[in-house]
């Protein structure tokens, strides 16, 4: 059964240092998500692709991360300067498009920052 | 915009007993749909239900099966014959598909669930 892939799976960084997390989606899904999961609560959207290009990235703080899908294929999403605030799961998901609603969800990475 | 409400941080049940976990949501749109998502612990999230806003007729998938009350924004689970294996964190969500927030899925805060043999 295909799956979403990410990695690493976790992740312990410094304060001030860069990070960068990479997903996998299920092959031909058109649509990935990258969800941002503080530990006891559910996902917050971060930021929504379709194809290549962003769909929604009202909720990714633009100062410090950044995402991209550049072939619509895999994706990364990049912390730079992480804070201590950023010490979360960070979720990959796709769907086969924006207008089907079932979201395949992977393992996630989780960021521990000192 | 779109929230959605769990007001149970914690429940428990006994094995092969049957229990309820409720949610709440508010949307402006007519066409949505509403997911229960499953967490296992140190495991990735794993749909357990769905159910299309325009059908008045309750998903059933298995033991789970949902309460969708449209008019009062009610979407509750229920969990019949539980087994350790439910043992999870469960998510109530939303997804619009139209609006602003089309293709968005906004989720709960979570209701962990506990089964106990």
């Known amino acids: 059964e295909a799956e979403v892939a990410q990695s690493p799976r976790y992740k312990i960084t410094e304060k001030s240092q860069a990070v960068a997390f990479w997903c996998d989606p299920i092959?031909?899904?058109?649509?990935l998500y990258w969800y941002r999961q503080i530990l006891g609560q559910g996902p917050e959207l971060l930021v929504q692709?379709?194809?290549?290009?962003?769909?929604?990235d009202s909720q990714l703080p633009k100062d410090r991360f950044s995402a991209e899908r550049l072939k619509g294929v895999d994706s990364t999403l990049k912390i730079q300067p992480a804070e201590l605030g950023d010490s979360a799961m960070y979720l990959c998901?796709?769907?086969?498009?924006?207008?089907?609603?079932?979201?395949?969800f992977g393992p996630g990475t989780r960021l521990t920052v000192t | 915009a779109q929230t959605v409400t769990q007001s149970q941080p914690e429940m428990s049940v006994q094995e092969a007993e049957t229990v309820t976990l409720s949610c709440t949501y508010d949307?402006?749109?007519?066409?949505?749909?509403l997911f229960w998502y499953k967490q296992p612990p140190s495991r990735q999230m794993i749909l357990v239900i769905r159910?299309?806003?325009?059908?008045?007729q309750n998903a059933t998938e298995n033991r789970f099966s949902v309460n969708f009350q449209k008019a009062a924004k009610s979407f509750s689970l229920k969990i019949s014959d539980s087994q350790l294996g439910d043992t999870a964190m469960y998510f109530c969500?939303?997804?619009?598909?139209?609006?602003?927030?089309?293709?968005?899925?906004?989720f709960g805060q979570g209701t962990i669930l506990t089964v106990h043999p």
């Open positions: 692709f379709q194809d290549e290009s962003v769909v929604d």
């Open positions: 159910q299309e806003a325009y059908k008045q």
């Open positions: 998901a796709s769907s086969k498009d924006r207008r089907i609603y079932e979201q395949y």
């Open positions: 969500a939303l997804h619009n598909a139209g609006g602003t927030s089309y293709g968005k899925l906004t």
């Open positions: 092959s031909g899904h058109a649509t």
């Open positions: 949307t402006s749109e007519n066409n949505y749909y």
